[in-house]
């Protein structure tokens, strides 16, 4: 069954400290995987995408994230937060072979970020 | 920077009216997609659709949901008799053609009410 997991429902982290959002998914084929964030009340905003290619992806606002095929793993970084950066956060993957109407995308359940001053 | 654009923005409906919610996609793709986040909980895939018709939907899209694209540039769905448990954020997204389009651009969403 394809489903995507964040383990952490809620993360607080004081600003400037590094960041870890954790991203494992199931999958039956080699995914399109991609990290949203969604401010209160406000749509989604992509972060940043992976493809192919380079492991190590780079997004926008300073994120990163890095596949991790042997571990089904997708995990988003951030260096150093800053408060702006608090928001939910979503995993999604998506199929990556051309499927005509398809290739809906799956959502993890989210992770609320809390920043401390 | 094109943007998929929906409307209204928030919207209050007694329950068993009907309700239509419209996006504007960006102008050539060619996949559209609602999805829906009742409060708190995750974004859920509702259905998707190309070259005018439905190519897959979930189990939330029952009878009582349908999506068309009547003038060509309006994607719209539409709930018939609005329930309590309808009460949610309704995401459009769309998407490019071509094989390495897998994303999808979202709206800033529609929120319904309904009481």
């Known amino acids: 069954a394809q489903s995507v997991t964040q383990p952490d429902i809620h993360i607080t982290v004081s600003e400037g400290a590094s960041l870890e959002l954790r991203c494992n998914y199931s999958?039956?084929?080699?995914?399109?995987l991609f990290w949203y964030v969604q401010s209160p009340g406000q749509g989604l905003q992509l972060l940043l995408k992976y493809f192919s290619g380079d492991t190590l992806v780079q997004g926008i606002k300073g994120f990163e994230a890095e596949f991790k095929r042997s571990q089904s793993s997708f995990n988003l970084r951030k260096p150093s937060v800053h408060w702006s950066d608090a928001a939910e956060y979503f995993c999604a993957v998506g199929p990556m072979m051309f499927s005509g109407g398809y290739n809906k995308l799956i959502f993890g359940a989210g992770t609320r970020l809390a920043v401390h001053p | 920077e094109p943007e998929v654009t929906q409307t209204p923005s928030h919207q209050v409906t007694q329950m068993g009216q009907e309700v239509i919610l419209r996006c504007v996609p960006i102008?050539?793709?060619?996949?559209f997609y609602w999805y829906r986040q009742i409060l708190g909980q995750k974004v859920e895939f509702l259905v998707s659709f190309y070259n005018n018709e439905i190519s897959e939907k979930s189990e939330i899209f029952d009878d009582q949901f349908s999506v068309e694209r009547p003038d060509g540039s309006n994607f719209t769905l539409k709930i018939r008799s609005t329930k309590l448990e309808d009460s949610a954020m309704y995401f459009c997204?769309?998407?490019?053609?071509?094989?390495?389009?897998?994303?999808?651009?979202f709206g800033e969403g529609s929120r319904l009410t309904v009481l």
């Open positions: 102008s050539n793709h060619l996949y």
């Open positions: 997204a769309t998407r490019g053609y071509g094989r390495n389009t897998g994303e999808l651009f």
């Open positions: 999958y039956g084929a080699t995914p399109y």
